[in-house]
Structures are given as structure tokens and as C-alpha cells.
């Protein structure tokens, strides 16, 4: 009597456990599933910098075919993006504003601190109206110079395309003292950024289909057997990962090199989606049908300098 019960209730707790779903499954499903993965060249194992998408940078490499070389520094704290004054004060400024504009700046709001301003202060003339047209001139010159210089900053940033923040190509870190890869800078069209972000699309699309094959098409072999890996962990819990409704909402340069025959861009997105898993009966059991998650990552992508299609080498995730 004992065993029938004791088999009646293991039957029972395997109904409940292959309706609930598996035991043990990713809360990030996606594709990457929150990881760090891939290769970046010489690069793998130095962090790019930080922009103003990824402030905090990125996080090292979890797993990747690229050895790391001796002596090979890893990543070390990065200091966050400043925003605010302090960031503009610290801006390459135009020499119009730190030359004349300043010293007329600085001597307007000096005398009118201490009383003799442009016109002689209060004890002119003009007395308090006179005080009062210095401090409106003064307004005005500095809303014109903000307006001036600040809108030059900003046509020569446009020209991304579609969310994204055009970036400069750094130069080649340092690996153990030594130029990394003897690389050069890379500049990125207009294109590539729309390159770059069809494939986030592609990718989440294809992943959502279990399509390798097209995956094969949008990443280098190294990512596609990774998310060949995943897809198969999923199944073999009784799960499904679903994404649907992607959409980018900024992105930005964080680095873009050539090196060996190859051209490499790390760029970091963000974007949002419906994340959920489900088990084999279709119940959700993580993430929502409704409300969608957003993300931040840096992705890596490579092609050869000759020509060709940009394929997606590297996920990694951001530091808080």
C-alpha cells in the first residue's frame, strides 16, 4: 500500500513539473541570455570605451575561442560618462569663447559684481537702469554664444542615422605595453549603422524562429554555435524562449578598428522587447506577454576590410 502511494505521488510531482516547466532555466532568455560571449580580436580581452549609452563600460568576456595572451591586462575600472556642467565645462571649448568672449564675459560680470561695470555700475550716470541694461546685455551675449556654439556641436554630430550617436575610433589599446595589433582606425558610414542595427532586428527575429541556418547568414560561427547551445539547453528543459514587438531606441560608436584583413565595430544599443519563456504546454513561466523589457548591450561586429557583409562576433553586457 505504501509503494502504490509513494509511486502515485512521484507520478503526480512529474505532471506538476512538465506543466510547470523545467526547474531550472535563464531568467534572460534572449538571445545571449544576458551573457557576456564572442571575440573582438586583439580586443576580446580589453574593455571598450565607455559612451554615452554604456556610461559604466562593459563587462569582461565570459566565454570566448580567443585566447588570452600573456601578460594581457584585463579590464580595470572605468570611470562613469559625466553628465551635466561638469561634462561641458570639460569640453574642447571654441577659442572665440575662452579668447575675447570670455574677457568681455568675465569683466562685464566682475563690475558688476563689484560695482563698476561696463557703464560705471550704480554710481554713473545712468544709475540703476544703466545696472540693469549691463545685466541684460551680458544675458544676451551668453544665450547667443550657447546658441552659437552649441548648435555647431550638433551639426557636426548628425549624420548616424536611425538612433545612433555617431562615435570616434579610438586608438589601439595597450595589451602588456604593447600596441595591440599594430590596428588602425575604422570610420563608420551612415550605412553600417543601419547594418548594424537591421541585424539586432534579424537576430532577435531568427532566434524567436529557432533558425540557425539564418543565423549563420547575420554572425560568425563562434556566436551561432553559442545560440545553437542555448536554443538547445531551452529544449531540453521543456522551455521556449518567445521575443517579439523589438524596437532600437539609441545606440553609439564605441570603437571601430581594422586589424589582420578584417574590420571590427563595437557599438552599444539599446532596445527594447517582450522577453518571456514558456514551457511545452505554452504557460509563461518568466517575463511578461505585455510588458516589454529594455536593454543595453554592446555588440561587436566584423566583416573583412575588402568587403562584405557586417557579421555579429561579440554580446556583452553593461556594468551598473
Do not use: C
Request: net charge positive.
Amino acid at each position: 500500500m505504501k509503494k502504490r502511494t509513494l509511486s502515485s505521488a512521484l507520478a503526480a510531482l512529474m505532471t506538476v513539473s512538465l506543466l510547470s516547466g523545467p526547474l531550472a532555466y535563464h531568467a534572460d532568455a534572449r538571445p545571449g541570455q544576458g551573457g557576456s560571449m564572442g571575440s573582438r580580436g586583439s580586443r576580446t580581452w580589453s574593455a571598450p570605451p565607455p559612451t554615452r549609452t554604456t556610461p559604466y563600460g562593459a563587462a569582461p568576456m565570459d566565454r570566448s575561442i580567443t585566447p588570452r595572451t600573456p601578460g594581457q591586462r584585463g579590464y580595470g575600472a572605468q570611470a562613469p560618462y559625466q553628465q551635466g556642467m561638469f561634462n561641458q565645462a570639460m569640453r574642447p571649448r571654441h577659442p572665440f569663447l575662452t579668447g575675447f568672449a570670455g574677457g568681455m564675459l568675465g569683466a562685464g560680470l566682475f563690475g558688476l559684481l563689484s560695482g563698476h561695470g561696463f557703464f560705471g555700475g550704480v554710481h554713473s550716470f545712468f544709475g540703476l537702469i544703466g545696472l540693469m541694461l549691463q545685466i541684460a546685455l551680458v544675458v544676451w551675449i551668453i544665450m547667443w554664444l550657447v546658441r552659437r556654439f552649441s548648435g555647431n556641436r550638433t551639426a557636426s554630430s548628425a549624420g548616424g542615422g536611425l538612433g545612433f550617436t555617431p562615435g570616434t575610433s579610438s586608438p589601439p589599446p595597450s595589451a602588456g605595453g604593447t600596441p595591440a595589433a599594430r590596428s588602425g582606425t575604422l570610420p563608420i558610414t551612415t550605412s553600417d549603422y543601419q547594418a548594424f542595427q537591421q541585424t539586432l532586428l534579424d537576430i532577435q527575429t531568427a532566434w524567436n524562429q529557432q533558425n540557425i541556418p539564418a543565423m549563420q547568414q547575420m554572425a560568425t560561427p563562434e556566436m551561432v554555435s553559442y545560440f545553437n547551445q542555448q536554443l538547445a539547453t531551452l529544449a531540453a528543459q521543456g522551455a521556449r524562449n518567445v521575443v517579439s514587438d523589438v524596437h532600437f531606441i539609441q545606440g553609439d560608436l564605441a570603437e571601430a578598428w581594422q586589424e589582420g584583413g578584417m574590420d571590427y565595430a563595437t557599438v552599444a544599443m539599446r532596445y527594447s522587447l517582450i522577453d518571456l519563456t514558456t514551457n511545452a504546454t505554452g504557460q509563461v513561466i518568466e517575463g511578461s506577454s505585455t510588458e516589454p523589457v529594455t536593454i543595453t548591450e554592446l555588440w561587436t561586429f566584423t566583416r573583412p576590410s575588402r568587403g562584405g557583409r557586417w557579421l555579429l562576433s561579440g554580446i556583452q553586457q553593461t556594468r551598473s
